[in-house]
Nanobody
Framework: QVQLVASGGGLVQAGGSLRLSCAAS????????MGWYRQAPGKQRDLVAT???????NYADSVKGRFTISRDNAKNTVYLQMNSLKPEDTAVYYC?????????????WGQGTQVTVSS
């Protein structure tokens, strides 16, 4: 019933920017932490950034100063503004939300959106 749909990925040159969006839908009572994770071929899924319902953000060291996570609680949407992109940022980006539904809190994942940064 709960779905997270990620969008905004694409192909960009090094130094460019992309803005990712992830909208949660369904019978949602509340969303606590939301976040972005990424997975490159042959590697594990790593945290990129998280944000609490109050707007407190946490970033992986590799993206600090370049990426900005934000959210719109009224729209149940989390964003990731990605600036100064590097080839090593190439990965499938997944959004995550810790969602309370019907008295149960669980993590939900979006389908992923491909980000490719060319040199």
């Amino acid at each position: 019933q709960v779905q997270l749909v990620a969008s905004g990925g694409g192909l960009v040159q090094a130094g460019g920017s992309l803005r990712l969006s992830c909208a949660a839908s369904g019978n949602i009572f509340s969303i606590n932490v939301m976040g972005w994770y990424r997975q490159a071929p042959g590697k594990q899924r790593d945290l990129v950034a998280t944000i609490t319902s109050k707007g407190s953000a946490n970033y992986a060291d590799s993206v600090k100063g370049r990426f900005t996570i934000s959210r719109d609680n009224a729209k149940n949407t989390v964003y990731l503004q990605m600036n100064s992109l590097k080839p090593e940022d190439t990965a499938v980006y997944y959004c995550n939300g810790n969602i309370l539904q019907h008295g149960v809190r669980r993590d939900y994942w979006g389908q992923g959106t491909q980000v490719t940064v060319s040199s």
